[in-house]
């Protein structure tokens, strides 16, 4: 074989697509992993705040019953959120009552860490609060 043939030979063989397919693979796989670990974040991060949403209503309106004080219904909110979420979030949680228009309301502010799945993600936090009016009036 002849030097002119071999080296045509050669670029022949570098213009088929023969051995893409493990590349294609591990480049798509790749995007695909992250894709939906992007997905399981938004969606895991959304169930954590209307879970903690829930439980400061819940909260609040214990709170605000008649036979009950503030520091109750933020009490409530903590074992609620111990219990369906995880003791993590519930270690900020905090009742006051305000006044508006003439009313008491009870006021349940709950402040916990955005849940992050893996080692990145944005470190910032849930500040929910919730509001029922007080049944003393």
């Not at 697509?17 to 591990?26: D, L």
Request: hydrophobic share 45%; glycine share 8%.
């Amino acid at each position: 074989m002849t030097p002119v043939a071999a080296l045509r030979d050669r670029f022949r063989a570098l213009g088929t697509t023969r051995g893409s397919a493990v590349a294609e693979f591990a480049m798509v796989g790749s995007l695909v992993v992250l894709l939906f670990l992007a997905a399981f974040q938004v969606g895991f991060s959304l169930f954590v705040r209307n879970t903690l949403i829930g439980d400061a209503a819940e909260g609040a309106r214990y709170g605000a019953r008649a036979d009950e004080s503030p520091q109750a219904g933020a009490q409530r909110a903590r074992d609620l959120i111990g219990s369906s979420v995880s003791t993590r979030y519930a270690r900020h949680v905090t009742a006051s009552t305000e006044q508006r228009d003439g009313v008491t309301v009870i006021v349940v502010r709950v402040q916990a860490p955005l849940p992050v799945v893996g080692p990145f993600g944005p470190s910032q936090t849930l500040n929910i609060s919730a509001h029922a009016y007080e049944e003393r009036q």
